[in-house]
């Protein structure tokens, strides 16, 4: 049985920090720097530091 489902992991080639945002960028077939910028503007808020640091402990890496 093939297991032909997409699985999130952090990106071990397109990283700039933990491989975090590269990683979602392969699973959803996107740009990484338009993740990167998303990103930022969530880090603006105050919440995107902390759910990327958390992101960075619970996706595994591939």
């Known amino acids: 049985m093939e ?3 997409k699985k999130l992991y952090r990106s071990d080639s397109d990283k700039m ?3 975090v945002c ?3 960028a392969e699973y ?8 990167r910028l998303l990103w930022a503007v969530l880090a603006c808020t105050g919440t ?3 759910a990327y ?10």
Do not use: E, H, K, W
Not at 28 to 35: A, E, G, M, P
Not at 53 to 62: E, G
């Open 17 to 19: 920090l933990c491989g």
């Open 3 to 5: 297991d032909n489902q």
């Open 53 to 62: 640091f958390i992101a960075a402990i619970i996706i595994p890496r591939r």
């Open 48 to 50: 995107g530091i902390l």
């Open 22 to 24: 590269g990683g979602i």
């Open 28 to 35: 959803f077939n996107v740009d990484s720097t338009l993740i």
